[in-house]
């Protein structure tokens, strides 16, 4: 069984922050920045392709509030928020999860990569390859979310945030990247 299964079914114990009938999100053991969050999906999908499109959007929804209560409790300013896919990419557990990592400045923190140079030609062919396929997508293939009825047994935990603080709607501009 994968970490993240163990965790939902209560063998391993874990800083819960949220959690409902779809996702769980907990505080990562081995951060990088204090407040780091693993949000992942109840269901065990090993990669993200697997992921139905519904819980897709859920998954980032509850992301989005995630990474505003980051703002509003931690004093910080900025998040990166990154999903591992595979090997090649870092992922360690077999289990769709996004990391959300709050950021300050100069945390020692570097996501920035040093750009290839690519010919024209294979720039050109990468388009291309990538454009074709890009062309199929449309959205009648997206899943749409299937409506089960049964008894509620589980409430959503809301998110709290204190939109009436005096500073909010300016803490909002801050965050926005200046060109």
Same mark, same amino acid.
């Given at each position: 069984?994968c970490?993240?299964?163990?965790?939902?079914?209560?063998?391993?114990?874990?800083?819960?922050?949220? @959690?409902?009938?779809?996702?769980?999100?907990?505080? %990562?053991?081995?951060?990088?920045?204090?407040g780091?969050?693993?949000?992942f =999906?109840?269901? %065990?999908?090993?990669?993200?392709?697997?992921?139905?499109?519904? $819980?897709?959007? %859920?998954?980032?929804?509850?992301?989005?509030k995630?990474?505003?209560? $980051?703002?509003?409790?931690?004093?910080?300013?900025? =998040?990166?928020?990154?999903? +591992?896919?595979?090997?090649?990419?870092?992922?360690?557990i077999?289990?769709?999860? $996004?990391?959300i990592?709050?950021?300050s400045?100069?945390?020692? $923190?570097?996501? +920035?990569?040093?750009?290839?140079?690519?010919?024209?030609d294979?720039?050109?062919?990468?388009?291309? +390859?990538?454009?074709?396929?890009?062309?199929?997508?449309?959205?009648?293939?997206?899943?749409?979310?299937?409506?089960?009825v049964?008894?509620?047994?589980? @409430?959503?935990?809301?998110?709290?945030?204190?939109?009436?603080?005096?500073?909010?709607?300016?803490?909002?501009?801050?965050?926005?990247?200046?060109?």
């Amino acid at each position: 069984m994968c970490e993240f299964c163990s965790i939902i079914k209560g063998k391993e114990e874990a800083e819960t922050i949220y @959690e409902d009938n779809k996702v769980m999100a907990v505080l %990562h053991l081995k951060p990088s920045h204090p407040g780091q969050v693993l949000l992942f =999906t109840k269901e %065990h999908y090993p990669i993200f392709e697997q992921v139905t499109d519904p $819980l897709v959007a %859920h998954t980032f929804k509850i992301a989005n509030k995630i990474s505003t209560v $980051l703002f509003e409790t931690l004093n910080i300013q900025g =998040t990166n928020i990154v999903v +591992q896919n595979g090997t090649a990419a870092g992922q360690v557990i077999p289990h769709f999860a $996004l990391n959300i990592i709050p950021r300050s400045e100069g945390d020692g $923190l570097n996501f +920035q990569w040093e750009p290839k140079k690519i010919s024209k030609d294979e720039m050109d062919t990468a388009q291309l +390859q990538l454009k074709e396929f890009a062309e199929n997508i449309h959205p009648s293939m997206f899943q749409k979310e299937t409506v089960k009825v049964k008894p509620k047994t589980e @409430e959503a935990q809301p998110l709290k945030l204190d939109k009436n603080k005096e500073n909010y709607l300016i803490k909002q501009i801050i965050r926005i990247p200046r060109v």
